[in-house]
């Protein structure tokens, strides 16, 4: 498969840089290299990346301040990919604009599956301009779903979700009233099991759960170490899980 808009990799470790290049090349991507935060910074500024593979220690500073950076030049889907394995810095690098995380050493396979699916969901969901059709459009008790532009809409206003968090809130529609099993639900989004990265899956939720549920309604239900049930119906309708 070839990628024409690339993949640019931010890793310090020139070896590691390379090998990872080596990888993106076999699959069909192209992909440029850099080094530190500024030369990422350049780069990003010269030309548009199709993803972003980000370490978290540079040289000149941390991948969470250049993720935020990126986030206000584009929107690309960014991989944060550290030898950290701490709850803490994953849930900043998510909160920071990272769409997944990934601890070295990396399994190949798994970060190509993963890089295909994130940029085959930016794809989807940056297409098509078209005026949408009411078949297309989802209503609900909070919020209507235009499938075709893949937009959210509560109370007349657009609510900015990401890629990944669109593609949650269109699981949970489809699966309204069940219980989504956490490990179901990564799968889905990730195209690959992440029973050792649910946290994860839950920076993502909680994120999505801030932007449609702002008034605490209940819309998205965890059940403990099991996982979600989402239903937008009134409080009062649905049946009390355990948090």
């Known amino acids: 498969m070839q990628n024409t808009g690339g993949i640019l990799i931010v890793e310090d470790d020139r070896d590691l840089s390379e090998i990872t290049h080596i990888h993106l090349k076999n699959a069909g991507y192209a992909a440029d290299a850099a080094y530190s935060l500024a030369d990422a910074v350049r780069l990003i500024e010269e030309r548009a990346y199709a993803l972003i ?6 040289p000149d500073g941390e991948g969470f301040e250049l993720c935020r950076v990126i986030r206000e ?3 690309c889907p960014i991989i944060f990919i550290s030898c950290i394995d701490d709850g803490d810095s994953i849930v900043s690098a998510l909160r920071s604009g990272g769409d ?6 990396v ?3 798994e970060l190509l599956a993963r890089i295909e699916a994130h940029i085959r969901r930016a794809t989807v969901y940056a297409d098509s301009e078209t005026p949408p059709l009411d078949a297309n459009v989802s209503r609900l008790k909070s919020f209507s779903i235009d499938k075709r532009r893949r937009r959210v809409r509560r109370g007349g206003e657009t ?6 968090e669109y593609a949650i809130l269109e699981h949970f529609c ?8 956490y490990n179901d639900l990564y799968r889905s989004i990730w195209s690959v099991d992440g029973f050792d990265d649910l946290r994860t899956l839950a920076v993502h939720v909680s994120n999505l759960r801030k932007k449609i549920d702002p008034d605490h309604a209940g819309l ?5 170490n099991a996982g979600y049930i989402f239903c937008d119906v009134d409080t009062s309708q649905k049946k009390t899980v355990q948090r």
Do not use: F, H
């Open 159 to 164: 609510i900015d979700l990401t890629p990944i």
């Open 73 to 75: 030049k584009c929107s």
């Open 53 to 58: 593979l980000l370490d978290i220690m540079l």
């Open 220 to 224: 998205i239900e965890t059940v403990r």
């Open 174 to 181: 489809a699966n309204s009233g069940e219980l989504i099993l």
């Open 100 to 105: 997944d995380y990934m601890t070295k050493p």
């Open 107 to 109: 399994d190949w396979k």
